[in-house]
């Protein structure tokens, strides 16, 4: 079968807030279109694109799902994402591969947090952007309120193209804004929609708001603004294509509206996705740090992969985009990541879950590929092996995370395997070994990230874990110089042990960990002993006299000892260098540091002064804030340990709707009472573990 020409393709993202109906919106796309036999329902886990265990159980989506059909004679590629922030990051590279966006929004809500950031990208892509205001059989669900909560988040240019009729449980069609008809929607049958004429109570409303739009319209060219304010009117194909022109070039947003679960309104959102997104041929040519990739069949072959799912019998499935030229399947391509080749086997079309195959795809077209070996979400796949900097989107950085084992004994390879090939599938997901503490850490960017990566942990690859908070890497520091004189002697009846050295430590920076100074003079130590001193001094520094904390920053000088021709031993002089670094440590008034974040807090305007209040009781500093669109950016300094567990926290200040990201700033000295307490722990754990 031959590729699709660009011009006839749709690449859409489905985007916004959790429990928007986006779902819903894609089950009643591809039903209208035909694409399916019946209308799924999200509560009863029969929908093609949430078709995961935990999607079906948990109600959201997880995973970004890619579905194909036709409608009026074109290609749609529909990417339904998740709304729920812990999977944002299928979401953005949606966003990256798609020509166009339809935001769903809930009727009831209005604009919601996810929906502006996601906005935001979008408009840093330069997306053609339709809204779908969704939900309008609800109780409270109010079109018009949306309609204003849409043009106060987003401006002027946000237009309604269509309007209700009915509100409610008494929506029963719409007025088409472009065409000034009406229709009636009998049924959820695809073609239930009946052309009426437009009700005599509303339309003076239709006229206002069909004069909002044409006023829109018309500033797409000087030529019809001039037109249209001489009074002439506009005819219909020039209205349709001034609309086409704004929409690609992010002039105007359209405000379509419907209910998704009555299949109402859908099939005049599938004609929209026609006339007004922008085909990838319409869309032209894609610059990327100076590389130009044309939607043209005959360049050589470059495309994306923007999505990775890993299962562990079928393998990787990799999601892609072709920018220019034409994937054939049985053919061979470059990574150019990993700089190796890789064999295109099978190509397919997914629909949701279930897959068609496919013999090649053609510029502008998204596909699936299965069993690739080395390739993975943000690889790049080309025809020759080159630098080509297309790449993910940036992705926001873990924050909630836990310390992570495996239940059983000899399952920490499996387990570790396992999460690998979930960062394969998500990218946010960060998976380490504290070098400090010892631990293996998981962090996700929620509380419910996290307790997804278990639950497929334990669904998919067959590992039980067990989580627990991580512990804060405090660090212990001297405030003052010592010096210190250790001597190891041991008598055992045959060759002895024997060390004496004389060591002298004074504080250095705290980010500093150990310089090691050699100041032996006359020999008093041989040259070979040396090394087993410093090594000793490496050793002490493991666990400090305060807390047993790693020790930080300090300079420690060997000026003098003594050795034994026959009993002195590199064993004997580690012992002493160890001996020596604890009784100066002791001696130099030892402290505790534990690590500063910078904290930076996205809310609405109206929870920044509670936020701030609970900042403030967790020592945190509030460093300023700054306006991002309708949220406010709160930035403080917070010690570590007052954070481990703020999400939850944050989500109940916040009604859910604020996020957050950290980065470590600097270590500092904790104060008094706060250090007896973390003292007082440390005691305790070392009874526990004696006991």
Known sequence: ??????????????????????????????????????LGSVADGTTVSDSAPDEKSREMSISASLSSFRWDD????????????????????????????????????????????????????????????????????????????????FGQHVVATEIPIGSEHELEGLIDLVDMKAYRYDGTGPGAAQEIEIPEELRAQAQEYREKLMDEVAEVSDQLMERYLEGEEISHEETVSALKTGVTEGRIFPVTCGAATRNLGINRLLDAFVEDLPSPAKKGPVEVDGTVLEPDESKDMVAFVFKTLADPFAGRLNLFRVYQGV????????????HVKERIGQLLVPQGKDTEHADEFGPGDIGAVAKLKETRAGDVLSAKDAEIPLCMPDMPKPVMAFAIEAKAKGDEEKMGAALRRLQEEDPTIDFHRDQQTGEQIVAGLTQVHVEVIVDRLRERFGTEVELHPPRVPYREMIRRGAKSHARYKKQT????????????????????????????????????????????????????????????????????????????????????????????????????????MTLSVLVPEDCVGDVIGDLNSRRGRPLGMEPRGALTEIKAEVPMAEVLEYAPDLRAITGGRGEYSMDLARYEEVPGHVSQQVVARAQEAREAVKA
């Open 493 to 596: 009846g045959g060759r002895g042990q024997f060390a004496d050295c004389h060591i002298e430590i004074e504080p250095l920076s705290h980010e500093e960990d150990l310089e090691f100074v050699n100041a032996i003079k006359g020999g008093v130590i041989p040259g070979g002993f040396i090394p087993a001193v410093e090594k000793g001094v490496q050793e002490a520094m493991r666990s400090g006299v305060v807390a047993g904390y790693p020790v930080k920053g300090v300079r420690v000088k060997l000026f003098d000892g003594q050795h034994h021709s026959v009993d002195s031993s590199e064993m004997a002089f580690k012992i002493a260098g160890s001996m020596a670094f604890k009784d100066a440590m002791e001696q130099a008034d030892p402290a505790l540091m534990e690590p500063i």
């Open 1 to 38: 079968m031959a590729h699709e020409s660009p011009k006839r393709i749709r690449n859409v993202a489905l985007v916004g807030h959790r429990g928007s109906g986006k779902t819903s919106v894609n089950e009643a796309l591809l039903f209208e279109a035909g694409a399916t036999n019946r």
């Open 327 to 338: 994937l054939e399947h049985d053919s061979q391509v470059h990574n150019c990541r990993g």
């Open 74 to 153: 074109r290609k749609i590629n529909l990417v339904d994402t998740p709304g729920e922030p812990s999977f944002v990051a299928d979401a953005l590279a949606a966003l990256r591969v798609c020509e166009g966006a339809v935001f769903v929004v809930n009727g009831v809500m209005g604009v919601e947090v996810t929906t502006g950031r996601l906005w935001e990208r979008a408009d840093e892509l330069g997306l053609a952007r339709l809204i779908f205001v969704n939900m309008l059989d609800r109780e409270r669900a109010d079109f018009f309120r949306a309609l204003e909560s849409l043009k106060a988040s």
